[in-house]
């Protein structure tokens, strides 16, 4: 893998869950598949963009600048895409910031 671009990401299934429903949140312990991404994302080392609407209501975006955060990649970057919602992300100002990421590889 020569780099990671993720979009909107989560830390894991469980804290998309409670954000959700914060009434349910004492059960998300028995789900089993919990993508725990905020876990595995420390063995990833290679070059890191996180596009992240800034308005996202299904996924925080603190969830994204966690991930940001425990990631080790030395070339990394946090782009907030302004007033964007979950499934807006893709504006014309991000797209830039994608393209030339993608094109350093």
Avoid: C, M
């Amino acid at each position: 893998i020569k780099a990671l671009v993720l979009e909107a990401p989560y830390t894991s299934i469980p804290d998309v869950a409670a954000h959700l429903y914060p009434r349910l949140a004492a059960y998300t312990d028995i789900l089993t598949d919990t993508y725990p991404s905020l876990e595995t994302i420390g063995s990833v080392k290679t070059p890191l963009l996180i596009l992240h609407g800034t308005n996202d209501q299904l996924i925080p975006i603190e969830q994204g600048r966690q991930l940001f955060a425990a990631s080790p990649a030395k070339d990394k970057t946090f782009y907030p895409v302004k007033n964007a919602g979950h499934t807006s992300v893709w504006q014309p100002d991000a797209q830039k910031v994608l393209y030339r990421f993608l094109d350093r590889f």
